[in-house]
């Protein structure tokens, strides 16, 4: 901290460093109204270099906790760069510090990469007996980041060989939020373009996502590019992220991410991402819920699309965490894998999913092109806000690494498993407006469920429409055109499907299918 200065006109404040904004431009002082002494806090709002940003980083986190307007100032200079191994690293808003204000970013890049690469570890290939170094790790851009804050208007390049490997408590039972932009964020994130080479190594109780560990602010008009790149230093290096829940974007949302308007979130991943630890690409490693935006939803997901062309699979067995003692491991018997997010508990609109050629899908437990499992709502009944999937690889998906393949237990087109419930005149459980396009085999257990809009359905289906293309199958004990199996209660009038369309061109089930129909492959209450 600075001292403290007093003007002529007895207006004191305390200085933090670096001073600015005690005079004028022209050199004048600065007075406040006349007549009354103010209490004022003076700090740098222009961020010129990293010094700059680490002491802005001091002052917060030491309790400053005034709005100031932030702007990322470098003169002719595009990129601030971070290194990792930096020994001034500082998180902003750390621990119970608060981040309260505007940063912009003022369009520039800001870089994250590790000065020496000497002794480099690929991260996502790290054991216990082979961890990374002290060089390598990250402690993140933004900690805890306020209500009223906004942080904006930059590109963000994590790149080959960071590490991300601690966040910030946001539960009661000591779960960490691990994010690149902001641990946990209760503000607003926008106008991001962040391109990820690096890794975040969350725990079995943590959540992780690039732009945010937890959300319960705003995440809108972002880009997120997931990237493998096997031509740096002998080793191919990949995003990968490690958690309980696990997102492209966000690990656990109880805000919103994207728009109503045209300014809503995409996530890019590229070939070999969404995934359990491999070796040949890029991951995002769920534990109990993956999603290509988040891995679980408790608030709204609006208007974002998901091109996804990496392998998704979850956590199988105690080996393959492979990064924390295996005795801590607990297993859940059936993970949720979503397009868009893992498990959604409340609103999922507008969305568009496009499973790519060049995608793995290795998973037990519950898939859907939307979500594994579906408490809430997907689709809603605005025109504008249609949801869209379209299937292009074979499920199972052959490849070599050190994992086997495996099936989903029950998949859908939209949600493996859709859950009903009638609650004071609302449906819940309700998936309306979608249209899911399959151009691959899928295939789930052999006792389990494939529906092409729902695998199992207890809830409320309606205007939806499913095309499964010639050449084509969908398979398992059950299977449907629009629900694999559909049951529930007259009392509480669930499972229903209405104004549903299935277009077979391909085949449903094979010779081990014990219950096939073009709309549910058994219905019963």
Same mark, same amino acid.
């Given at each position: 901290?600075?001292?403290?200065?007093?003007?002529?006109?007895?207006?004191?404040?305390?200085?933090?460093?670096?001073?600015?904004?005690?005079?004028?431009?022209?050199? +004048?002082?600065?007075?406040?109204?006349?007549?009354?002494?103010?209490? $004022?806090?003076?700090?740098?709002?222009?961020?010129?270099?990293?010094?700059? @940003?680490?002491? *802005? $980083?001091?002052?917060?986190?030491?309790?400053?906790? &005034?709005?100031?307007?932030?702007?990322?100032?470098?003169?002719?200079?595009?990129?601030?760069?971070?290194?990792?191994?930096?020994?001034?690293?500082? @998180?902003?808003?750390?621990?119970?510090? &608060?981040?309260?204000?505007?940063?912009?970013?003022?369009?520039? *890049?800001?870089?994250?990469?590790?000065?020496?690469?000497?002794?480099?570890?690929?991260?996502?290939?790290?054991?216990?007996?082979?961890?990374?170094?002290?060089?390598?790790?990250?402690?993140?851009?933004?900690?805890?980041?306020?209500?009223?804050?906004?942080?904006?208007?930059?590109?963000?390049?994590?790149?080959?060989?960071?590490?991300?490997?601690?966040?910030?408590?946001?539960?009661?039972?000591?779960?960490?939020?691990?994010?690149?932009?902001?641990?946990?964020?209760?503000?607003?994130?926008?106008?991001?373009? *962040?391109?990820? @080479?690096?890794?975040?190594?969350?725990?079995?109780?943590?959540?992780?996502?690039?732009? $945010?560990?937890?959300?319960?602010?705003?995440?809108?008009?972002?880009?997120?590019?997931?990237?493998?790149?096997?031509?740096?230093?002998?080793?191919?290096?990949?995003?990968?992220?490690?958690?309980?829940?696990?997102?492209?974007?966000?690990?656990?949302?109880?805000?919103?991410?994207?728009?109503?308007?045209?300014?809503?979130?995409?996530?890019?991943?590229?070939?070999?991402?969404?995934?359990?630890?491999?070796?040949?690409?890029?991951?995002?490693?769920?534990?109990?819920?993956?999603?290509?935006?988040?891995?679980?939803?408790?608030?709204? /997901?609006?208007?974002?699309?998901?091109?996804?062309?990496?392998?998704?699979?979850?956590?199988?067995?105690?080996?393959?965490?492979?990064?924390?003692?295996?005795?801590?491991? +607990?297993?859940? +018997? +059936?993970?949720? &894998?979503?397009?868009? /997010?893992?498990?959604?508990?409340?609103?999922?609109?507008?969305?568009?999913?496009?499973?790519?050629?060049?995608?793995?899908?290795? /998973?037990?437990?519950?898939?859907?092109?939307?979500?594994?499992?579906? =408490?809430?709502?997907?689709?809603?009944?605005?025109?504008?806000?249609?949801?869209?999937?379209?299937?292009?690889?074979?499920?199972?998906?052959?490849?070599?690494?050190?994992?086997?393949?495996?099936?989903?237990?029950?998949?859908?087109?939209?949600?493996?498993?859709?859950?009903?419930?009638?609650?004071?005149?609302?449906?819940?459980?309700?998936?309306?407006? #979608?249209?899911?396009?399959?151009? #691959?085999?899928?295939?789930?257990?052999?006792?389990?469920?494939?529906?092409?809009?729902?695998? &199992?359905?207890?809830?409320?289906?309606?205007?939806?429409? =499913?095309? @499964?293309?010639?050449?084509?199958?969908?398979?398992?004990?059950?299977?449907?055109?629009?629900?694999?199996?559909?049951?529930?209660?007259?009392?509480? #009038?669930? #499972?229903?499907?209405?104004?549903?369309?299935?277009?077979?061109?391909?085949?449903?089930?094979? $010779?081990?299918? *014990?219950?096939?129909?073009?709309?549910?492959?058994?219905?019963?209450?």
């Amino acid at each position: 901290l600075g001292t403290i200065v007093t003007s002529d006109e007895g207006y004191s404040g305390q200085n933090f460093n670096p001073t600015v904004a005690t005079t004028r431009v022209d050199g +004048s002082i600065k007075y406040g109204l006349q007549g009354h002494k103010d209490y $004022a806090v003076f700090v740098k709002s222009q961020i010129n270099s990293t010094t700059d @940003l680490y002491n *802005m $980083a001091k002052n917060i986190n030491s309790g400053f906790e &005034v709005y100031v307007n932030y702007i990322l100032d470098l003169g002719t200079s595009t990129v601030l760069r971070i290194h990792s191994d930096d020994e001034l690293k500082t @998180l902003i808003g750390a621990g119970d510090a &608060v981040f309260n204000g505007s940063f912009n970013g003022n369009g520039k *890049m800001i870089e994250v990469t590790v000065n020496d690469i000497s002794n480099l570890v690929n991260p996502s290939n790290a054991t216990i007996g082979n961890d990374i170094s002290q060089a390598q790790r990250f402690v993140g851009l933004f900690g805890n980041v306020g209500e009223n804050s906004v942080i904006h208007n930059f590109d963000y390049h994590i790149l080959a060989g960071v590490v991300l490997d601690e966040g910030i408590v946001f539960a009661s039972n000591d779960e960490q939020a691990m994010g690149f932009v902001a641990h946990v964020n209760k503000g607003t994130i926008k106008t991001i373009n *962040m391109q990820v @080479l690096g890794t975040i190594r969350g725990g079995v109780e943590d959540s992780a996502g690039t732009i $945010a560990g937890y959300n319960s602010g705003t995440i809108s008009d972002v880009v997120v590019t997931l990237k493998n790149d096997n031509t740096l230093y002998d080793s191919n290096f990949k995003a990968t992220l490690f958690g309980k829940n696990v997102g492209a974007v966000c690990g656990y949302n109880v805000g919103t991410i994207g728009s109503q308007f045209n300014d809503g979130v995409i996530v890019n991943m590229s070939s070999g991402v969404v995934s359990n630890y491999d070796n040949d690409s890029t991951n995002l490693v769920g534990f109990q819920a993956v999603g290509g935006i988040s891995g679980v939803n408790d608030g709204t /997901v609006l208007n974002v699309s998901a091109s996804l062309n990496g392998k998704i699979t979850t956590v199988f067995n105690k080996s393959q965490w492979v990064h924390v003692d295996s005795t801590d491991l +607990s297993l859940v +018997s +059936s993970p949720d &894998v979503g397009g868009i /997010v893992g498990v959604n508990n409340n609103n999922v609109y507008g969305c568009s999913v496009t499973f790519g050629t060049s995608s793995v899908w290795n /998973v037990q437990g519950n898939l859907g092109g939307v979500a594994g499992t579906n =408490y809430g709502v997907i689709g809603a009944s605005s025109s504008q806000s249609k949801i869209t999937v379209i299937l292009n690889r074979n499920i199972p998906s052959s490849f070599s690494g050190a994992i086997s393949n495996h099936v989903p237990e029950n998949f859908g087109g939209i949600a493996g498993v859709n859950v009903g419930e009638l609650a004071g005149g609302e449906k819940f459980g309700l998936i309306e407006n #979608a249209t899911v396009l399959q151009n #691959a085999t899928i295939q789930v257990s052999a006792s389990g469920s494939a529906g092409g809009i729902v695998g &199992v359905n207890s809830g409320f289906v309606s205007k939806v429409t =499913y095309t @499964l293309s010639e050449g084509y199958g969908l398979i398992g004990k059950t299977v449907g055109g629009i629900a694999g199996t559909n049951f529930g209660s007259d009392t509480n #009038a669930v #499972a229903s499907i209405e104004f549903a369309e299935a277009i077979i061109e391909g085949t449903l089930g094979n $010779a081990n299918t *014990m219950h096939v129909g073009g709309i549910a492959g058994t219905s019963y209450y």
